[in-house]
């Protein structure tokens, strides 16, 4: 079990950034893992022969299942035993996983093996956010939790950009033969080149040292059970709800438009794979990592003037400006305009990400920290990549009935979440001067 002591001493800054690295580059890998699929919704669309539904599926919810319904037993440990073991072990499931992927001879083996994928990812944030809340204190720990979330989009691009050079480079057969495994098809190869950078990374990982819990909650005993965190959060429940289910709306908002950008680009505008993947991949490479860096550094920076309302208060900037690019950029009516939207819409539109779940180490005691972001996880998991791709795709196959109408889909569906989630933060935003004495209390 991991050492304690309320009042232990700061890491140094130097070795706190660190860990946020190491952190972060894992980050990368688990979103490469899990990404690299939005590129291959056409090939896997006719060699399976699946609907748009039956696709959103295998890129949402197939993943999020078991990412979502682990999420809160993986928090749980991450309360009560190592984190660097934890995180270790995780890595190496889903890199497993991923090669699974690439095996796949089918539509439901491929959805086991993403299940499995999610599984694997579901400790990463919980664990991670925990060690980065022994390292930070409030007022400083929403750059570094940027920094992570920001790694997450970093991961989302390089899988769309450098997962669009890959597949312009593999083979043209159908089926390539692997030393081993024997006939996989071609376009699956992606996924094997998508597992190598979670382990080379972990080689780096397993530097960090586990360190002692800071900001322990006084009680007896040292543990704090699933409903003593249920407890504390009915004490600020309608700060809590309005964060979880606004934020949640927004990972659909976000998860949704990633999943299904490649392919309408390609459907509308006749792009290939390549061609999307390499543009999308450098749009979040950049813009994604700077809305949510940018958007944690605005965070911190206003956190003297507003206290814990900043959490809220970051996001809705977000969304205020991202409401109105979402139609623009998927009407526009020419590749080089949605082209050129992409880029303002990306940066603005994770703007809210980092922020919003800085409020949870900030304002919960240690023992629960890793439950809280497990839960939050789990909501926004489960209704952010579960359902995102899904709505979507329901919208373009039962509401519009043509898979190239896919411009509308997008523009409605996209733009309400956003607009919706908007609008739940702000009923929650008059709630945050109380919780915030809370916070203080258990700090």
Same mark, same amino acid.
């Given at each position: 079990?991991?050492?304690?002591?309320?009042?232990?001493?700061?890491?140094?800054?130097?070795?706190?950034?660190?860990?946020?690295?190491?952190?972060?580059?894992?980050?990368?890998?688990?979103?490469?893992?899990?990404?690299?699929?939005?590129?291959?919704?056409?090939?896997?669309? %006719?060699?399976?022969?699946?609907? $748009?539904?039956?696709?959103?599926? !295998?890129?949402? *919810?197939?993943?999020?299942?078991?990412?979502?319904?682990?999420?809160?037993?993986?928090?749980?440990?991450?309360?009560?035993?190592?984190?660097?073991?934890?995180?270790? +072990?995780?890595?190496?499931?889903?890199?497993?996983?991923?090669?699974?992927?690439?095996?796949?001879?089918?539509?439901?083996? !491929?959805?086991?093996?993403?299940?499995?994928?999610?599984?694997?990812?579901?400790?990463?944030?919980?664990?991670?956010?925990? %060690?980065?809340?022994?390292?930070?204190?409030?007022?400083?720990?929403?750059?570094?939790?940027?920094?992570?979330?920001?790694?997450?989009?970093?991961?989302?691009?390089?899988?769309?950009?450098?997962?669009?050079?890959?597949?312009?480079?593999?083979?043209?057969?159908?089926?390539?033969?692997?030393? %081993?495994?024997? $006939?996989?098809?071609?376009?699956?190869?992606? +996924?094997? +080149?998508?597992?190598?950078?979670?382990?080379? *990374?972990?080689?780096?990982?397993?530097?960090?040292?586990?360190?002692?819990?800071?900001?322990?909650?006084?009680?007896?005993?040292?543990?704090?059970?699933?409903?003593?965190?249920?407890?504390?959060?009915?004490?600020?429940?309608?700060?809590?709800?309005?964060?979880?289910?606004?934020?949640?709306?927004?990972?659909?908002?976000?998860?949704?438009?990633?999943?299904?950008?490649?392919?309408?680009?390609?459907?509308?505008?006749?792009?290939?794979?390549?061609?999307?993947?390499?543009?999308?991949?450098?749009?979040?490479?950049?813009?994604?990592?700077?809305?949510?860096?940018?958007?944690?550094?605005?965070?911190?920076?206003? +956190?003297?003037?507003?206290?814990?309302?900043?959490?809220?208060?970051?996001?809705?900037?977000?969304?205020?400006?991202?409401?109105?690019?979402?139609?623009?950029?998927?009407?526009?009516?020419?590749?080089?305009?949605?082209?050129?939207?992409?880029?303002?819409?990306?940066?603005?539109?994770?703007?809210?990400?980092?922020?919003?779940?800085?409020?949870?180490?900030?304002?919960?005691?240690?023992?629960?920290?890793?439950?809280?972001?497990?839960?939050?996880?789990?909501?926004?998991?489960?209704?952010?990549?579960?359902?995102?791709?899904?709505?979507?795709?329901? *919208?373009?196959?039962?509401?519009?009935? $043509?898979?190239?109408?896919?411009?509308?889909?997008?523009?409605?569906?996209?733009?309400?979440?956003?607009?919706?989630?908007?609008?739940?933060?702000?009923?929650? %935003?008059?709630?945050?001067?109380?919780?915030?004495?809370?916070?203080?209390?258990?700090?």
């Amino acid at each position: 079990m991991s050492s304690r002591a309320p009042n232990a001493p700061a890491a140094r800054p130097a070795y706190a950034w660190f860990v946020v690295v190491t952190i972060s580059l894992l980050q990368i890998g688990s979103y490469i893992d899990r990404m690299v699929i939005n590129l291959l919704v056409e090939p896997m669309r %006719l060699a399976f022969e699946l609907s $748009d539904t039956k696709v959103s599926l !295998l890129l949402g *919810f197939a993943f999020a299942m078991l990412y979502a319904c682990m999420a809160i037993p993986a928090g749980r440990l991450a309360d009560s035993y190592s984190r660097v073991k934890l995180i270790v +072990f995780s890595v190496l499931a889903w890199s497993l996983a991923t090669l699974g992927c690439m095996v796949a001879d089918g539509y439901w083996s !491929l959805f086991g093996a993403r299940m499995l994928v999610g599984l694997g990812e579901a400790a990463l944030v919980p664990a991670g956010f925990s %060690l980065l809340s022994d390292y930070f204190r409030p007022g400083r720990i929403a750059l570094a939790t940027s920094t992570v979330t920001a790694a997450s989009f970093v991961g989302s691009g390089l899988a769309l950009a450098l997962g669009g050079v890959v597949i312009g480079r593999l083979p043209t057969t159908e089926f390539f033969t692997l030393p %081993l495994v024997g $006939d996989v098809r071609s376009w699956q190869l992606a +996924f094997g +080149f998508a597992s190598i950078p979670s382990i080379l *990374f972990l080689g780096l990982f397993l530097f960090v040292r586990e360190p002692a819990r800071r900001g322990l909650a006084k009680q007896h005993g040292e543990g704090m059970t699933l409903a003593k965190a249920a407890a504390f959060l009915r004490r600020d429940k309608a700060m809590w709800i309005s964060i979880f289910a606004g934020m949640s709306l927004i990972n659909a908002f976000q998860y949704g438009l990633t999943a299904w950008v490649p392919t309408f680009f390609i459907r509308t505008y006749g792009w290939t794979a390549a061609d999307i993947g390499q543009l999308y991949g450098v749009a979040f490479l950049v813009c994604a990592t700077a809305g949510t860096v940018s958007g944690g550094w605005l965070c911190d920076r206003l +956190f003297p003037r507003f206290g814990p309302r900043t959490f809220i208060v970051t996001p809705l900037i977000s969304a205020a400006i991202t409401i109105p690019l979402v139609p623009a950029f998927a009407l526009a009516g020419s590749g080089l305009g949605s082209a050129v939207l992409v880029v303002p819409l990306t940066y603005f539109g994770t703007m809210s990400f980092g922020a919003a779940i800085a409020a949870i180490p900030s304002l919960a005691p240690n023992q629960i920290r890793g439950q809280l972001v497990a839960v939050y996880t789990f909501v926004g998991t489960l209704i952010g990549q579960g359902c995102g791709p899904w709505f979507i795709a329901l *919208f373009t196959d039962y509401v519009m009935g $043509d898979p190239m109408m896919i411009s509308r889909s997008i523009a409605v569906v996209s733009t309400s979440l956003i607009l919706v989630a908007g609008l739940i933060l702000w009923a929650g %935003l008059r709630h945050m001067p109380r919780a915030a004495g809370a916070g203080a209390r258990l700090s």
